[in-house]
């Protein structure tokens, strides 16, 4: 049941952007976020469509998952793209009826912010996709520290984030056990009248309430025992190494930036 | 209720890339009223299978007959429910289903969803406490102030309390200490003679199946490759090798004191006092003979 899930995971491998340092694989779809929005014409919306499709060639990664990384914001896309399809009116009217008339700008505006879904998604799918959960967290550490200077206790936050991620494959599995086992005794989830169907979230969310917390303090413990006693001066076993691949992305951004820029209007 | 999986394969994540097949052509029946044990090393797919038997996965090809009713791949089944009060499922470490805020409440649980009154399922309830071995104060008691050992028999009465004909065990008997195991298992063997249920047991204790079960299946990499009795079963130790099994330290004594003798018992002996038994009974014939 919960084993469909695929947005959010890593899939090993070796191409290129996979051996990249997470850092600048942070920056580069931090930056990349913001330059999208410096697209507004079909030139730059093009350019920015075939540099997504680029990267998503040199990422080696097969279209499937980034097609299903699309599905949960679907709705949210064709929504929009029917709302500047009915409410733009400017332009050339090409379809005329008693309610409605549809411009050509508002198609155009459509594809324009569906083009503009489509490349957000597909980078930052293919960010999560070829970056393990753990060396995310450990970029965004590193990126954040100059935080620490106004007291943002980023260690500590970016250890809740690798915990929670370590846990969630461990929380899914442990649904879909919980899930069964109460099915086994005659509790339906997934059929009947609404109200019995809220009823029946509650064998489903004691347990796990229980063996998360149960968990969470066993770790503390075990973090304890084995001498854990903040970031203060903690040392890594895992390094991250900036190389040429790394500035060349940055240049690689730098260039599209620059282009999208010259060719706005 | 017999229960009869025909070529049964299943795959997790079927269709996506992370499919992983973990059952191949499962071929076996289950006649009513068998003590059936599934035995196997870690990962052949025992636990796969048992969720085949009341239909909570559905074969990805292949049958499954339960009683009358029929799962069959690609067709989704309706009201499953009569299925799944027939047949009763103790998950490996049941005690993490609990979730009442007291025990009387949580074993009410099940039969309760079965369309059971309140007067009955209360009195399923308090029998069954004392069945499982807990002192009936603990009804109304919170099922997480309890010990592991107490919750397990908790979750184990809850299931029981559905009246199942046919009651599925995942490893009932897993970390518990060995004395509660013993009571467990002779519960569970009382209960299989008294009601005439039938009875799955998953274990990876040779002697629980030497011991309760009438037939033996083994499961290896997702394939049933082995089904008999466990005296056919565990004579041939070598093919057990081959499968990453031990047969029970019982039988391995025995060819121990086989080796010494010089020759073989009459039968192989799946309980201590069967053992003893043929022993005697072969210094007798020695005695005769000289
Ligand atoms: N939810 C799941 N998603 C994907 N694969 C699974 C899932 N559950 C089990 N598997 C895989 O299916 C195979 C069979 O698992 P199963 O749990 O049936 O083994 P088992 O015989 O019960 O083992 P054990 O003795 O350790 O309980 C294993 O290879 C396992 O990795
Ligand atoms: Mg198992």
Redesign the interface.
């Known amino acids: 049941m919960m ?2 899930m ?1 947005f959010g995971r890593f899939l090993p491998g070796d191409s290129p952007v996979h051996k990249l340092d997470p850092r600048s694989k942070l920056i580069f779809v931090f930056a990349f976020i913001i330059i999208v929005f410096l697209a507004n014409n079909t030139v730059t919306y093009a350019m920015l469509l075939a540099f997504t499709l680029l990267i998503v060639l040199v990422s080696r990664i ?1 279209l ?2 980034l097609i299903n990384g699309l599905k949960p914001v679907l709705f949210l896309m064709a929504f929009t793209f029917l709302l500047h399809i009915f409410m733009t009116k400017e332009g050339v009217p090409v379809f005329e009826s008693k309610f409605i008339t549809i411009y050509d700008e508002g198609i155009r505006r459509g594809i324009f912010i569906s083009i503009r879904f489509l490349v957000l998604v597909f980078m930052t799918s293919i960010l999560t996709l070829t970056t393990s959960p753990i060396s995310i967290t450990d970029g965004i550490e590193v990126l954040l520290n100059p935080l620490k200077a106004i007291k943002v206790p980023v260690h500590e936050l970016a250890l809740m984030m690798s915990i929670s991620l370590r846990f969630i494959p461990t929380l899914m599995d ?1 649904t879909d ?2 899930m ?9 989830l997934s059929s009947g009248p609404i109200k019995d169907r809220i009823k029946a979230v ?2 489903l969310l ?2 796990l309430f ?2 998360a917390f149960k968990r969470a303090e066993d770790l503390a413990t075990a973090m304890e025992v084995r001498g854990y006693r903040g970031g203060e001066g903690r040392t890594r076993y895992r390094r991250l190494k900036w190389d040429m691949g790394d500035t060349f992305a940055i240049v690689l951004l730098v260039a599209i930036g620059v282009l999208l820029f010259f060719y706005r209007s | 209720m017999d229960i009869k999986l025909q070529q049964v394969s299943y795959a997790y994540a079927q269709g996506t890339p992370f499919e992983k097949r973990a059952l191949f052509d499962v071929d076996f029946d289950i006649p009513s009223h068998t003590y059936q044990a599934i035995i196997g090393h870690t990962g052949s797919g025992k636990s796969t299978i048992l969720q085949h038997f009341n239909a909570l996965l559905r074969p990805t090809s292949g049958e499954v007959h339960i009683g009358d009713r029929l799962i069959v791949a690609g067709k989704k089944a309706k009201d499953l429910k009569a299925v799944r009060q027939k047949v009763g499922i103790v998950f490996q470490f049941p005690e993490h289903q609990l979730f009442e805020e007291t025990v009387l409440k949580d074993i009410m649980f099940g039969p309760m969803n079965f369309g059971i009154s309140e007067e009955e399922a209360e009195a399923r309830a308090r029998e069954l406490v004392s069945l499982v071995g807990l002192p009936d104060n603990v009804l109304d008691k919170s099922p997480f102030d309890l010990s592991g050992g107490q919750m397990r028999r908790v979750a184990i009465a809850g299931v029981l309390a559905m009246d199942p004909e046919v009651i599925v065990l995942d490893e009932p008997t897993a970390g518990l200490d060995p004395r509660g195991q013993k009571e467990i298992m002779d519960m569970f063997y009382q209960l299989h003679q008294e009601r005439h249920l039938t009875t799955i047991l998953v274990t990876h204790s040779m002697e629980d199946a030497a011991r309760y079960a009438d037939n033996i299946v083994i499961m290896h990499e997702g394939k049933n490759v082995l089904n008999g009795s466990p005296r056919v079963i565990f004579k041939d130790v070598a093919t057990l090798k081959e499968f990453r099994l031990e047969p029970p330290r019982i039988v391995r004594f025995q060819q121990k004191i086989e080796h010494m003798m010089g020759h073989s018992l009459s039968k192989v002996c799946l309980t201590e006092e069967e053992l003893a038994t043929e022993i005697a009974q072969a210094l007798r014939e020695e005695r005769a003979e000289s």
Not at chain 1, 180 to 188: I, L, N, P, W
């Open positions: 084993e469909k695929i097969r499937y998952f442990e056990k919980i069964k086992a109460q099915m086994a005794r005659g509790s339906d509650v064998p004691v347990p229980v063996s």
